[in-house]
């Protein structure tokens, strides 16, 4: 993860106050967003910190059969789960997507994507990219995004600075993601993860934004704002 640079000001000072991206969107039904990337590109840290930086956008967590590394905590970074209870969730429906990854089993919830649209809540899901195959045949609107590092060797900088993996497993992680990342056109978005404050504003102008586009917003023209202008009600 990169450092703020002395011209970019930190989200700290940005966020203070009633900023223009801490509002909610006034228009525009919750969405779903799937973001993916490379182990290491930073997608976690990204969705981690959107969220956290308006009220109206929630992470989800997902469940994993793997085994915590150093810091991690239940319910916070996953819902670390056995594999039996998995296959259980997994064979009541309890999943929208599911995956493996280097022998462990990986889950989205499906009730705690419902629970925050129920809410009028957009929801950040990370997963990979047979995760997110499997999420766009779900039926939820979706809108994905691929994190790009800035190049292979700042990604296997990255893997190495994280101390959490062995050599082998990092040559495992660059090789998958030589072969993942050809797939990219997959995705609505591409977001290059230069800079990690700056790549969080990225992310979530292309959340707000989203909530603009007209394909979404014909049934709200259609049947409350146009009904301002025929003298039938108010516009908002």
């Known amino acids: 993860m990169n450092k703020t640079t002395s011209e970019t000001p930190s989200l700290s000072t940005q966020t203070s ?3 223009w991206f801490s509002l909610r ?3 525009g039904r919750p969405l779903l967003y799937i973001v993916s990337a490379p182990s290491g590109a930073g997608k976690t840290s990204l969705c981690r910190r959107v969220s956290s930086m308006v009220g109206w956008i929630t992470y989800s967590i997902s469940y994993t059969t793997r085994s915590p590394r150093p810091g991690e905590v239940d319910g916070v970074d996953y819902f670390f789960v056995t594999p039996d209870l998995f ?4 064979a009541k429906g309890e999943f929208l997507e599911t995956a493996e990854v280097y022998g462990n089993h990986y889950g989205t919830a499906r009730n705690q994507i419902e629970r925050s649209f129920s809410q009028g809540k957009d929801v950040l899901v990370d997963i990979d990219i047979q995760g ?6 779900s039926g939820i609107p979706s809108l994905s995004v691929y994190i790009l590092p800035p190049s292979y060797e700042v990604l296997r900088e990255r893997l190495s600075g994280r101390a959490q993996d062995s050599p082998e497993t990092i040559k495992k992680r660059l090789e998958r993601a030589k072969k993942e990342i050809t797939s990219y056109n997959e995705y609505d978005y591409l977001l290059i993860n230069r800079e990690f404050d700056r790549a969080s504003q990225d992310l979530l102008a292309i959340i707000r934004a989203e909530h603009y586009r007209k394909s979404g917003l014909q049934e709200f023209m259609e049947k409350t704002y146009l009904k301002g202008f025929a003298g039938n009600g108010s516009s908002l």
């Open 25 to 27: 969107p006034e228009m």
């Open 132 to 137: 997110a195959r499997t999420m766009r045949q």
């Open 87 to 90: 296959a259980e969730m997994k």
């Open 17 to 19: 106050g009633l900023s």
